[in-house]
């Protein structure tokens, strides 16, 4: 679905030419927020370590994240649910 941003393809094309140039691209995603969420959501998660982002604690930690966005306000136009696998998935 296009958005203000773009199309999918748009943005995957776009992250593409960034890698071509040798620059890495980040999502800016904030998981954890308590503002807009639906619902709260049991999600697995590890933690990594503050100094060095690539050191990841092999011990699983469950924890609730506001994660689960439905717009109720928004069925009219689109019924697709986010969930945490939805951000989770979109990793490339």
Known sequence: MRTKYGTKKEYLWCIKMFHLFGIDVYAD????????A???EQVI?????????HKV???KRVIRA??????PSRNKYS???YKFK???ECRL
């Open 38 to 40: 639906d619902a709260m």
């Open 86 to 88: 939805t951000f989770y």
């Open 57 to 59: 604690s092999k011990r």
């Open 45 to 53: 998660t590890y933690k990594v370590d503050a100094y060095h982002r």
């Open 29 to 36: 995603i904030v998981l954890n927020h308590l503002i807009g």
């Open 66 to 71: 506001s994660t689960y966005f439905s717009f």
């Open 79 to 81: 019924d697709f649910i």
